[in-house]
């Protein structure tokens, strides 16, 4: 006995198609302004530091490069130690990004994986820190560094960002849902103890998740400035946004050589993210994927 499929007429495939074309069209004007819209602030960026200070003041704005970027670069190297700051930040943000993914994998590693006295009161304080500001840290991080001696120096930028709230709470999902406990128990039946784990197991299966929180570790540290601003006092040590703030010089401020500091500070954040990219968006998609 023969089934009898039902065919669609061509119509009804035709009239299904051209539905389905505007909803697509739609969705990538929406897609394109989105791009438009988050490309905008780096392209004014550097259309600003292309210009004159009386360019930007202009009404309405010129909104064409102009020809004076090599002028205003020079104006910052002359004003401040750019390179000196950048290698200090550039060392700060790296120690801390792989501290960070070391320390934050342990312990996200251990939340996720044992179960030890106290394990969820200990994780519900972690999430409560993630809801505090950052603000609130300074005093107490100053004192502790005055108290041991690191003020004004590199160490005391890297020491406070070792334990990161939300990378161990990003972790900490990650490996729950992503690393299988039966791997975990044949390893342990093939007497490989906890580093091995972490080693050979956990960590080559968290690379997506280990790559968004490098990114989100290494713009964090590069870009920070309250904290710098309060611990260093020493004009060598200063980091790259400490540093790019004495380009404003009350009402006089050239704008034009403020942006070009800005877009020569922002380099190092689209190489990083360059190179990273196939990793972030693998982890920023991984819980949409699980989620389906």
Do not use: C
Request: without cysteine.
């Amino acid at each position: 006995m023969t089934a009898v499929v039902p065919r669609r007429s061509s119509r009804q495939g035709g009239g299904g198609g051209r539905a389905r074309r505007p909803k697509g069209l739609t969705a990538h004007i929406v897609l394109a302004l989105a791009v438009l819209i988050s490309v905008f602030p780096f392209v004014w960026t550097i259309v600003m530091a292309t210009n004159t200070t009386e360019d930007i003041y202009k009404s309405p704005p010129k909104l064409t490069f102009g020809s004076h970027l090599l002028e205003n670069v020079r104006h910052v190297l002359d004003t401040i130690d750019f390179f000196g700051s950048m290698l200090n930040t550039l060392v700060v943000a790296t120690v801390t990004t792989v501290l960070v993914l070391f320390v934050d994998s342990l312990a996200a590693f251990v939340f996720a994986k044992f179960d030890f006295p106290g394990r969820k009161a200990l994780f519900a304080m972690l999430v409560g820190f993630m809801m505090l500001p950052l603000q609130l840290a300074v005093l107490p991080q100053f004192i502790l560094m005055s108290d041991i001696g690191w003020v004004g120096t590199l160490k005391a930028l890297i020491l406070p960002a070792l334990a990161n709230a939300f990378g161990i709470f990003w972790l900490r999902q990650y490996i729950e849902n992503g690393v299988p406990d039966e791997l975990l128990d044949a390893a342990r039946i093939d007497g490989a103890g906890f580093f091995r784990q972490y080693w050979n197991i956990v960590l080559p299966m968290i690379k997506p998740a280990l790559s968004f929180l490098a990114i989100y570790a290494f713009v964090g540290a590069w870009n920070d400035y309250i904290w710098p601003l309060v611990v260093l006092n020493d004009p060598t040590h200063l980091t790259l946004q400490v540093a790019l703030a004495q380009l404003h010089v009350g009402h006089t401020t050239d704008y034009s050589m403020v942006m070009a500091g800005v877009l020569m500070a922002s380099v190092p954040l689209v190489v990083v993210f360059t190179i990273f990219a196939r990793g972030f968006i693998a982890g920023a998609t991984e819980g949409a994927v699980q989620g389906s």
